[in-house]
């Protein structure tokens, strides 16, 4: 379905861009784009809503479970919304977008991994992470990020789904990020100190951990990440609804904010540090993934 938005009026460095990198502009005429949903896999099966229970809670049979994700919908708003339903009042459900699952899902996550999210808040991938990694195994996330706002965001999140079990979050500059991973969960032990010597480490301290990892030595130095998850800032977040917004605000804005070409360069240099960090930390045979719009 189309709205009468006429792609003549993106701004020129704008249309140059999507013709470089091959994208249609008909794209920014679609409307009625579907909601992604997922249900919080750390809550007994009895409490998470299955797929009829959705779509009478949305009042509409336009529910559909996404093929290859699991616990995953699409959901063709009506009358209500996401946050309308009792699923999310029950914190039953997550709102997250497509890209970021499919992000997540790539890592190709497994109950023991050490899994390493450089720009990690406000943290839709970092809880789906979590959810996927579950509660039996001794796989941890170690969420980073630079911005104290964005991660106080993160560990509400955590809470409120109560999916930081086996979480900590560091305020700090990806692109030198090099804090192991942890050597305990609890009483558990999930790797031995690298080194017999006594090591000096200069402990970074988190700026919130679960109480399973709180009091990690950091002194395994040395031993890396399964799973490194580099989500780096981005030129634009990408989304269609997003650049939309300019029509009403101008889109000189949106050329100074985003198509100015020394921010570019900086991002740029930015994503590119953060990926050589996150290779970095990446254990020999591990999986990285690289999330950028
Ligand atoms: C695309 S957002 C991350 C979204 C997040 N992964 C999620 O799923 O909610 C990019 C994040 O990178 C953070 N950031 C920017 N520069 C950074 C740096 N040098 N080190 C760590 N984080 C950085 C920003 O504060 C922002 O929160």
Redesign the pocket.
């Known amino acids: 379905m189309s709205i009468p938005f006429n792609i003549d009026q993106l701004p020129t460095c704008f249309k140059k861009f999507l013709e470089d990198n091959d994208i249609d502009p008909e794209i920014y005429t679609v409307a009625d784009l579907p909601r992604y949903i997922r249900t919080n896999t750390h809550l007994p099966l009895s409490q998470r809503p299955t797929l009829q229970q959705l779509r009478e809670q949305f009042e509409t049979d336009q529910v559909f479970s996404v093929p290859e994700l699991a616990d995953f919908f699409s959901v063709q708003l009506g009358q209500k919304r996401i946050s309308d339903i009792s699923a999310y009042k029950e914190h039953a459900i997550f709102g997250i977008d497509l890209s970021?699952a499919i992000a997540v899902e790539a890592l190709g996550l497994e109950k023991d991994d050490q899994v390493l999210?450089?720009?990690?808040?406000?943290?839709?991938?970092?809880c789906m992470i979590s959810n996927i990694l579950g509660r039996d195994g001794l796989g941890t996330v170690t969420g980073?990020?630079?911005?104290a706002h964005?991660l106080a965001t993160c560990r509400s999140l955590l809470k409120k789904y109560k999916v930081g079990e086996k979480v900590r979050l560091f305020e700090?500059?990806?692109?030198t990020f090099e804090v192991p991973p942890p050597s305990r969960l609890g009483n558990k032990v999930i790797e031995g100190s690298s080194s017999s010597k006594r090591q000096k480490v200069i402990q970074s301290k988190p700026f919130w951990a679960s109480r399973l990892l709180r009091f990690d030595s950091q002194v395994n130095s040395g031993s890396f990440y399964d799973k490194v998850l580099v989500?780096?800032?981005?030129t634009h977040?990408g989304s269609i609804a997003h650049i939309l917004k300019y029509e009403k605000w101008g889109w000189n804005t949106f050329e100074k904010n985003f198509m100015d070409s020394n921010r570019i360069l900086n991002i740029t240099q930015?994503q590119r540090d953060?990926m050589k960090q996150g290779w970095k930390m990446l254990k020999p045979g591990g999986t990285m993934v690289y999330s950028n719009y």
């Open positions: 970021s999210d450089l720009c990690c808040a406000p943290g839709a991938k970092l980073v990020d630079l911005a964005r700090g500059d990806g692109t989500d780096a800032e981005c977040d930015l953060l």
